[in-house]
């Protein structure tokens, strides 16, 4: 069920991290004193502002979904949505797709990514701002490059259901980048994702 306004959090979770060389997302990271998995920082600011969050994640996470929940506590863990993505190996559009699949009657959908534990909490309330207020497209942005989330409103369901590949919806957002409604964010987290473990000094 999307959140009252219409827009439905969906933060995807369901890579391989081979890059890595183990599971990234269970990786303890240290931010504001805290030290958590990696993707339960990705998680908090979400649930902070959303009422439900659907996770997209991998056949096989029960240990990820009962780590990760654990972290977070009865209360966080209470407002996630764990999604099995059976298709999840043919790449990340087929996890967005299946995240947009399972919240198709939304006004609109904001994206983010698990591996991306330093994106504020005001990116997110923003480009949700921004579709609430009419945006068809909306992202964040620093110094003319495009960061995360990414947000889209309803007259995309059928192209992002189609989606397949690794990319994602980012040739959505270079083609229609006229419609989108950009959410200036001074703050390096919205670039800042996990693929290698040199990217944690980074954070």
């Not at 390096?188 to 040199?198: E, K, R, S, Y």
């Amino acid at each position: 069920m999307p959140d009252p306004g219409g827009i439905a959090a969906i933060v995807l979770a369901a890579g391989s991290s081979s890059r890595f060389g183990s599971d990234k997302l269970l990786h303890p990271v240290t931010l504001g004193g805290m030290t958590l998995p990696l993707a339960a920082h990705s998680l908090l600011p979400w649930l902070e502002n959303f009422e439900q969050t659907t996770v997209v994640i991998r056949p096989g996470s029960e240990t990820f979904c009962k780590t990760i929940s654990t972290a977070l506590g009865a209360t966080g863990s209470a407002t996630i949505h764990w999604l099995v993505c059976h298709d999840a190996a043919q790449g990340m559009a087929a996890s967005l797709a299946c995240g947009v699949r399972a919240n198709r009657e939304a006004a609109g959908w904001l994206i983010g990514l698990a591996d991306m534990p330093a994106v504020p909490s005001a990116a997110i309330t923003g480009v949700r701002d921004a579709l609430q207020a009419g945006a068809d497209l909306s992202a964040t942005m620093r110094d003319g490059r495009r960061g995360h989330p990414v947000g889209f409103a309803s007259l995309y369901r059928d192209e992002l259901l189609a989606l397949q590949g690794d990319a994602g919806a980012r040739h959505l957002l270079e083609h229609d980048k006229s419609n989108l409604v950009q959410i200036e964010i001074g703050d390096n987290g919205i670039f800042a994702d996990v693929d290698i473990p040199g990217d944690l000094h980074r954070l």
